[in-house]
C-alpha cells in the first residue's frame, strides 16, 4: 500500500511539474531545431509552443509507464476488487504510444511548415494525448482509493 501511495505521489508530483513546463518554456527562450536540415541553431528564438509540447510528451509518457507499471504490480487485487482499472489501464497500454508517436508526428509537421493545418493538427494530437492522460489520473485515484479500501 505504501509503494502504491508513493508512486501516486510521485505521478502527482510529475504532473505539476508538467504545469509550471507548460507556464514556462525555455529558459532563455533559445534555441531551436530545423527539422528541415537537421541542423540546431542556439541563437533561433525557441517556439513555446513547440517547447510545451515536448514537455505534455514527456510527462505523458512518464504518467503513462507510472500508471501501467503500479497496475501490472497490483493487478491480481485490483481485479477481484475493480475490473474496470485494469481495461481502462490496458487502453492506456493498446493506444498510448500510437498517440504519443502521432503527437511527435504532429509536432514534425508543424515545425517544418509552421502552417495554421499543421498546428490544429498538432493540437488535435495533443487533444488525444490529453485525453488518455485524464484517463491515467482517473485511474491513479481509482488505484489507490481500491488499494486504501483493500486494507
Do not use: W
Not at 502521432?102 to 502552417?115: F, G, I, M, N, V
Not at 485525453?131 to 482509493?145: D, F, K, R
Amino acid at each position: 500500500m505504501r509503494k502504491i501511495l508513493t508512486s501516486f505521489r510521485v505521478a502527482v508530483f510529475v504532473i505539476m511539474l508538467a504545469i509550471v513546463g507548460l507556464t514556462g518554456g525555455c529558459a532563455a527562450g533559445k534555441g531551436q531545431l530545423n527539422p528541415a536540415s537537421g541542423v540546431y541553431s542556439p541563437d533561433a528564438k525557441a517556439d513555446p509552443f513547440v517547447v510545451s509540447v515536448e514537455n505534455i510528451r514527456e510527462t505523458a509518457l512518464g504518467l503513462f509507464d507510472n500508471v501501467m507499471r503500479i497496475e501490472k504490480q497490483n493487478q491480481e487485487t485490483l481485479m477481484r476488487i475493480n475490473p474496470k482499472i485494469h481495461a481502462a489501464v490496458e487502453g492506456i497500454r493498446r493506444d498510448g504510444q500510437k498517440t504519443l508517436n502521432a503527437l511527435t508526428d504532429s509536432k514534425t509537421a508543424y515545425q517544418k511548415s509552421r502552417s495554421s493545418a499543421d498546428a490544429t493538427a498538432l493540437k488535435n494530437a495533443l487533444a488525444a494525448v490529453q485525453s488518455l492522460v485524464n484517463s491515467a489520473i482517473l485511474n491513479l485515484a481509482e488505484i489507490a482509493t481500491a488499494m486504501k479500501g483493500s486494507q
